[in-house]
Structure formats: C-alpha cells, structure tokens
Nanobody, 115 residues
Framework: QVQLVESGGDLVQPGGSLRLSCTAS????????IGWYRQAPGKERELVAR???????VYADSVKGRFTISPTNWVRTVYLQMNTLKPEDTAVYYC?????????WGQGTQVTVSS
C-alpha cells in the first residue's frame, strides 16, 4: 500500500504562484509513476502532470510552460510548482501514484485563483 498526502493549496491571485507538495509513504518502491490530477466543480478529473521512474514527464497542454513537476528521492516527495496561475486553474488537486497492480490517490488540496 501507498499513502499520499497533499499540502500547499491556498487562495492566490491571478498571475501568482503556488507550490503543492505530495508526500508518499508505505511501499513507495513499487511506484512506477506519480503525478497530479485536478477536478474543478462540475468537471471531470483531469491529468495535470505526471513523471515516470526514468524521469519522463507529461503535462496537460493547458499548463505547459507554467507548471513543473519535481520528484525528490523517488518519490518520497513530489512538488508541483505552479506559476502564472489563472482562474481556470481553480480546482481540487490530487496526488496520484501507479504501481504495476494498483492506483493510489491522496485526499486532495484546494487551489483557488481569484482576485
């Protein structure tokens, strides 16, 4: 089992920056990839960014050039640096991890971009 705990969500003004953290514990050696998803009210959950064990990264088109995913100590902590935030980035952000057999989710952290 893998446990994921997110932190760092907050209210921020448009154009601002925020860094989210995801701390993993448990059988982290089994994780093949880890990333961030988000879900806005009335919308489906969507991929934001993901990184694989060999460092391959995938970003949603809507966040390319603004967000950066950075794992440390594979993958005890994973950061999502979010710059130039827009109102449409408002959502609950979830940490997600995949092993060969399972998918794990954190509880989520709220990000609100508003003036």
């Amino acid at each position: 089992q893998v446990q994921l705990v997110e932190s760092g969500g907050d209210l921020v003004q448009p154009g601002g920056s925020l860094r989210l953290s995801c701390t993993a514990s448990g059988s982290i050696f089994s994780i093949d990839s880890i990333g961030w998803y988000r879900q806005a009210p009335g919308k489906e959950r969507e991929l934001v960014a993901r990184v694989g064990r060999v460092g391959d990264r995938v970003y949603a088109d809507s966040v390319k050039g603004r967000f950066t995913i950075s794992p440390t100590n594979w993958v005890r902590t994973v950061y999502l640096q979010m710059n130039t935030l827009k109102p449409e980035d408002t959502a609950v952000y979830y940490c997600n991890a995949h092993s060969s057999a399972s998918v794990f989710w954190g509880q989520g952290t709220q990000v609100t971009v508003s003036s």
